[in-house]
């Protein structure tokens, strides 16, 4: 019998707002989510993991305290663990993100633009 | 100062040989390989823990015991631990896949086709 296999841009068309993470699939303790981001997020850094990023269509940036790193589809970086980072995008890009299970989005800066955990679609 | 980001395709045209895994990328203890793939891989499973693919160019299989799935460009999917599984292309195809540091490509069947730890593009 044929399995379903995970395809991101239909999960991608499942909704339509911007930095609200939704898991696609878990890998041990590791979730991969997706996001549609536009503009600046919150400046934020994990202090217990490294955070994986997939450029799956459009183009992002991320700052650092040190410089800054611009991806495109096709393009992933890892920003590593206690580093302080802000994501950012000029036009809506959609990413795949990946860390452990009930890591906070916005780390340990809160605020508004912090995520409901494990929100699968 | 502008950091470098990991591009996929640019990193798969460092090589050319099949079912020969190059990491990419290190998150905590796992790791991100890519590998081109064509024809049939050897039945396995990987007891202590899943095993991600995503499907950047081209198109794969995975099988199973019960049933099988089929992958394309932007499809991903998530083998669970334990669970034999033979992967197959028809034509090569690039994939990406994410699984612990340490962990052989063959499970536990061994073979030719055992690749090498740690190989970084």
């Known amino acids: 019998m044929s399995k379903s296999p995970i395809n ?15 898991v696609v ?12 981001i536009k503009n600046d997020f919150t400046w934020h850094s994990h202090k217990e993991t490294d955070e994986v990023f ?6 992002m940036r991320i700052d650092f305290r040190d410089g800054w790193v611009d991806l495109c589809a096709g393009e992933m970086y890892v920003v590593p663990k206690g580093v302080e980072h802000k994501p950012y995008a000029k036009d809506e890009c959609k ?22 955990d494990d929100v699968w679609i």
Do not use: C
């Not at 699939?25 to 549609?36: C, I, P, S």
């Open 8 to 22: 991101l841009l239909n999960k991608f068309s499942k909704f339509t707002e911007h930095w609200s993470p939704k």
């Open 54 to 59: 997939i450029v799956i269509e459009g183009a």
């Open 25 to 36: 699939a878990e890998m041990n303790d590791y979730q991969f989510k997706l996001a549609k």
């Open 95 to 116: 990413i795949m993100f990946i860390e452990p299970r009930g890591v906070v989005n916005t780390g340990d800066a809160g605020g508004d633009l912090t995520a409901k």
